[in-house]
């Protein structure tokens, strides 16, 4: 098996060629059976990049550590589905998946647009073959083939990096991923309407259901990794921004700025050429967040720092892609006109337009805070880091500003909203707004950034909630159907807007969570069997922490040369107001073979807030036991779980196909517009 | 032995399945300009759901009188434009059919009286009464 997937993965390469020089030779001669001989390429690299996965996976489950990636990621005691992860544990194996996911993504828009949107197919195959040939010529050349050998067998892999041997790892790198890759699709759509000159916004209604997919994918993989650090990395935070993590919000960022624009484009046919920048940024700087990810480029808490070599190969491409792109779009100026202009600057587009502007604005800043390091020891040799200080600084009223953004889009009118309009729509959700931030100032809350947070966040909540009661009821009362009814409906007929504001109502949770930082308690004591630590939360509960034991275990001690790690677990019972809440287990583990231990956190979730318990130190020498736990009360952390959960399910709701759910609606049937722009 | 077997095996398939095309002469469905009432049909309906949601921002009340009539006029050039963009020949667009159903709706229930001509509070039908405000519904807003 794995010899075959070695095989696949060199046989992939010629195939990937040839399907690029065919499919743009075929779109230019107007030749379909070159055309055709291309999207036969794309099914065919797919079934090769499976093998090649496939022999990964089977060469970590056969434990052959002749292989040079195996043996790096893995040892004999490693349970089986971080075997299975190993395929993404590393830079070599990851490359390999992620062409695997883009390849199966070409498949899927070739497949899927194999007798429609012919005109741009040619072109839309050949530049996803473009970036599969480009990554498998890295896989293959650049000293990151995951089928190395290492001319001898050891007897034992390294094993895994234990801050990776958490389940979130086999989950939030592949969601990522699914992100990252499923945006080549728009970009080559893009690209294409560039090549073919058809610059209306048919390329962005046959691909805005792959926009919106691509941005679900990143959103849950930056929320899951989120959830990853604050369970693994045990400092009770959830981000840091560190160049990794930057990476991953870079795209999400631009990816976010492009979905409200092409709104603008499709409502007013405006900002075409600022639409072709965003697809091609966004798709870019998933590039980016490949290579720095997994380049070892930049120091970072992730720090699975690799090869150079690759990273400066990745630079070129992501320069080349730039250039070719940004030559194609000023040689299209002319059919990237506008068609109509920003009438009021009160209006919903010049709304859209400053979104636009804030998260580019951001993009830039985390890029600078990113890339920082890099310039200063470029130009002064020496390695400047910026902290999270700086981030805040610039990006906290950014977020604050798009947050109220987020209240006045649904309600501003289009073209020119009047003061009748904005008096009459702003009046409750400011008083809410007002209201919140009254009754905080008279609680004591004087945090001006968490204050203005929960004030404005109540602004938008209440302009959403109203947007939905006022719409349900028009609707039961125009159409005589019951308000559940006339709710589904509503919905049913404009996914995007109302799956839109469920979006924005789980951002706001998401907000809200993120303030509440301002209100952690920590504290730090060292403790004996028995003893106990109070902690008093910001919401005034009073905790008490009763460290009752501790226990050795070293799982899987049958054989000494078996055991992935050793455990210390501590057992902490959680009281408040006397009432026993849990008992938590904490742990410290130490990994032998890898000479590293690690914190395993106890975490205690309530509707409001987290109590989160860090075992700091356990004192084996003098037999006491003794341990230094920190504790810490983090108020709202658990909205913002419930908010990524309800930005999921918002976003579900606006790329589920129609015609699936509640009927054949509005966009139903097979209109040679509506089902291409739907479903491809 | 058998690797390289398999190897070639592989190959062979992978190569025969892409060539295929080149050596039948079969070909990928050509562009034939089917979709070239698509961008007409896809700006009516954009207009045409603009309407319906104008429609139901002045039923609920978002929008007065003077801030729908400058809208409406708009978006109903828009609809009327996109559809004489197109060629004679344009095929019924079930999706547009839908929108304008739904605009002929609201405008009718609004029609109707149900609308309180005062508080612009949408009634049950059937009201003969503003429920809101308790003025006597009937006359056209």
Redesign the interface.
């Known amino acids: 098996m794995t010899?075959?997937g070695e095989?696949?993965l060199w046989?992939a390469l010629p195939?990937a060629l040839?399907?690029t020089v065919l499919s743009f030779a075929?779109g230019r001669t107007?030749?379909?059976?070159?055309?055709?001989?291309g999207?036969?390429?794309a099914?065919?690299l797919t079934?090769?990049l499976a093998?090649a996965s496939a022999g990964i996976v089977a060469a970590f489950l056969g434990e052959r550590y002749e292989f040079w990636y195996v043996a790096s990621y893995s040892n004999r005691e490693l349970d089986t589905y971080f075997k299975v992860a190993g395929l993404w544990a590393g830079q070599r194996g990851s490359l390999v998946f992620w062409t695997l996911l883009l390849s199966g993504f070409a498949s899927i828009a070739v497949f899927r647009n194999?007798?429609?949107?012919?005109?741009f197919?040619p072109y839309v195959s050949g530049t996803l073959l473009a970036i599969l040939s480009f990554l498998l010529v890295v896989l293959l050349f650049a000293e990151v083939n995951p089928f190395e050998r290492l001319g001898f067998t050891p007897a034992n892999g390294r094993g895994l990096n234990p801050q990776l041997q958490n389940y979130w790892m086999t989950i939030h790198p592949p969601t990522l991923y699914l992100g990252f890759t499923a945006f080549a699709v728009p970009f080559a759509f893009a690209v294409s309407a560039l090549l073919t000159g058809r610059l209306?916004?048919?390329w962005i209604?046959v691909t805005r259901r792959w926009i919106l997919l691509s941005w679900f994918f990143l959103t849950n993989g930056i929320i899951f990794g989120m959830r990853w650090a604050y369970e693994e990395l045990g400092w009770g935070g959830y981000w840091f921004w560190d160049p990794v993590e930057n990476a991953s919000l870079l795209p999400w960022l631009t990816a976010t700025a492009f979905v409200h624009s092409i709104q603008i484009q499709?409502?007013r046919g405006m900002l075409k050429v600022w639409n072709m920048c965003l697809v091609v940024a966004t798709f870019l700087l998933t590039i980016f967040a490949t290579f720095l990810t997994r380049s070892g480029l930049i120091e970072s808490v992730h720090s699975f720092a690799e090869n150079l070599k690759i990273a400066y190969i990745f630079l070129g491409f992501l320069g080349a892609v730039a250039g070719i792109c940004a030559v194609l779009i000023i040689y299209r100026l002319p059919l990237l006109k506008g068609e109509s202009a920003i009438q009021s600057f009160v209006s919903r587009e010049s709304a859209f337009l400053f979104n636009n502007l804030l998260f580019v604005g951001i993009a830039f800043a985390v890029v600078w805070g990113t890339l920082y390091p890099l310039i200063t020891e470029g130009f002064f040799g020496q390695k400047i880091n910026v902290g999270p200080p700086y981030y805040n600084r610039v990006n906290v009223p950014a977020g604050l500003i798009l947050l109220a953004l987020m209240g006045v889009g649904p309600?501003i009118?289009?073209?020119?909203?009047?003061k009748?309009?904005l008096r009459?729509?702003f009046a409750l959700p400011v008083a809410a707004g007002i209201a919140v931030a009254g009754a905080l100032l008279a609680l004591g809350v004087r945090h001006w950034a968490a204050l203005s947070t929960f004030a404005i966040s109540a602004f938008v909540l209440t302009v959403i909630v109203a947007e939905f009661w006022?719409?349900t009821?028009?609707?039961a009362?125009?159409?005589?159907e019951g308000r559940w009814k006339s709710l589904l409906n509503l919905v049913g007929?404009?996914r995007r807007?109302w799956g839109g504001y469920v979006v924005h109502a789980g951002v706001v949770l998401v907000f809200t969570g993120l303030a509440g930082a301002a209100f952690d308690v920590a504290v730090t004591q060292e403790l004996a069997p028995g003893e106990s630590v109070a902690v008093r939360s910001a919401f005034g509960h009073e905790y008490s922490l009763t460290y009752e034991s501790l226990s050795h275990s070293r799982p899987r001690a049958s054989a000494a040369n078996r055991e992935n790690d050793w455990r210390w677990t501590a057992l902490v019972t959680v009281r408040r107001g006397g009432e026993r809440l849990a008992v938590m287990r904490p742990e410290r583990r130490f990994y032998p073979v890898m000479d590293q231990s690690s914190t395993e956190v106890g975490i205690h979730s309530t509707a409001f807030e987290d109590v989160y318990v860090i075992p700091r130190d356990v004192d084996l020498e003098s037999g006491a036991e003794r341990v230094v736990f920190e504790v810490k009360v983090l108020p709202l952390v658990p909205w913002i779980w419930y908010g990524g959960m309800i930005v999921a399910a918002g976003a579900l709701v606006s790329l589920w196909p129609a015609g699936v759910g509640s009927g054949r609606?509005?966009?139903?049937?097979r209109?040679?517009?509506?089902a291409?722009?739907q479903a491809a | 032995m058998m690797?390289v077997a398999?190897?070639i095996a592989?190959?062979a398939g992978?190569l025969l399945?892409?060539?295929?095309?080149?050596l039948s002469?079969?070909?990928?469905?050509?562009?034939?300009g089917?979709?070239r009432?698509?961008?007409a049909?896809?700006r009516r309906?954009?207009a045409l759901?603009?309407l319906r949601?104008l429609e139901?921002?002045r039923?609920?009340?978002?929008?007065?009188a003077?801030?729908y009539a400058?809208?409406e006029s708009?978006l109903s050039r828009e609809a009327l434009d996109a559809l004489g963009a197109a060629a004679a020949d344009m095929?019924e667009?079930?999706?547009?059919a839908?929108?304008e159903r739904?605009i002929a709706?609201?405008r009718q229930?609004l029609r109707e009286g149900?609308q309180c001509g005062s508080c612009r509070h949408?009634?049950?039908?059937g009201a003969r009464f503003c429920s809101r405000c308790g003025d006597p519904l009937g006359a056209a807003s």
């Not at chain 1, 194999?114 to 005109?119: D, K, L, Q, T, V």
């Not at chain 1, 009362?477 to 005589?480: C, E, L, P, Y």
């Open positions: 010899t075959l095989v696949a046989i195939i040839w399907g075929g107007g030749r379909t059976d070159l055309v055709l001989s999207e036969r390429a099914y065919a079934f090769l093998l194999r007798r429609r949107n012919r005109e197919m209306d916004s048919r209604a499709e409502n309600v009118a289009w073209r020119r909203a009047s009748r309009n009459k729509n006022k719409g009821r028009a609707r009362r125009i159409s005589g007929r404009n807007r609606t509005a966009a139903g049937g209109v040679p517009g509506a291409a722009g | 690797a398999g190897g592989l190959a992978v399945f892409v060539l295929e095309p080149l002469g079969r070909g990928a469905p050509a562009y034939g089917d979709d009432h698509d961008e049909a896809a309906r954009v759901a603009a949601d139901y921002d039923a609920t009340g978002k929008l007065d003077e801030d400058a809208l708009d095929p667009d079930p999706a547009a839908a929108l739904e709706a609201v229930a149900l949408v009634n049950a039908s």
